[in-house]
């Protein structure tokens, strides 16, 4: 059983849409990070949450901690095709990272 | 952030042999990994690499099936042996940067991977 829980997993939309990518989990993190993954390269990361409620923006991207820190979320405002990849949440246990079940973004001209 | 090369890019392989991945660090980190990341699928940590030591097995990942070397703090190796169809997957070498508290990993950084088909 995967310890975060991404949906979805998979979605394709047209250029301009917007989206939000949920990360889910019963424990409690004292943080969480967002990567973006594409074709042929590793992740990379995009952002580290570590307070509860927190909203971070990256550009187009926010991504929020849940206020239990169970939980966060990225969205995205008018997607473009460059915004194309796996995105994954991920937590930082002692000393190792371990990844959400990741969401496929396909954006579309 | 430190700079990963992983060779080699790609291969294909006959079952039942075996692959040797190595991965070369531009300076020197205390933390390395190696994942795997199976077609269309998140990455799953293998194992942690250690210096001079055994590495450090995830469940469901064994030495015998992936024996890995670390002997230097800038280059590992992960090896997959007795190859399967199964074994067809991105296998990915990550780094990470301790924090000054000398206790938590600040940041991890990863190789572009290599892709592995076994026929």
């Known amino acids: 059983t995967q310890l975060l829980e991404q949906s979805p997993q998979f979605l394709s939309i047209q250029e301009g849409e917007n989206l939000t990518v949920y990360c889910n989990s019963s424990?409690?993190?004292?943080?969480l990070q967002w990567y973006r993954q594409e074709p042929g390269e590793g992740p990379v990361l995009l952002v580290t949450v570590v307070t509860g409620g927190e909203v971070k923006k990256l550009k187009r991207l926010t991504f929020q901690f849940g206020d239990a820190r169970k939980d966060s979320s990225l969205h995205i405002t008018a997607a473009q095709p460059g915004d194309t990849g796996l995105y994954l949440c991920a937590y930082a246990g002692f000393q190792k990272l371990v990844f959400g079940t990741g969401t496929r973004l396909l954006v579309s001209p | 952030s430190a700079v990963i090369s992983q060779k080699p890019s790609r291969d294909i392989c006959q079952r039942g042999t075996s692959l040797t991945i190595q991965c070369q660090v531009d300076s020197q980190v205390t933390m390395m990994f190696w994942y795997r990341q199976q077609p269309g699928q998140s990455l799953t940590l293998i194992a942690t690499a250690n210096q001079g030591s055994e590495a450090t097995y995830e469940s469901g990942f064994v030495i015998d099936k992936f024996p890995i070397s670390r002997p230097n703090l800038t280059f590992s190796t992960l090896t997959v042996s007795n190859m399967s169809p199964e074994d067809s997957s991105i296998y990915l070498c990550s780094v990470g940067v301790i924090g000054t508290g000398g206790r938590t990993v600040q940041g991890y950084t990863f190789g572009s991977g290599t892709r592995l088909t076994v026929v």
């Open positions: 424990s409690v993190f004292s943080s």
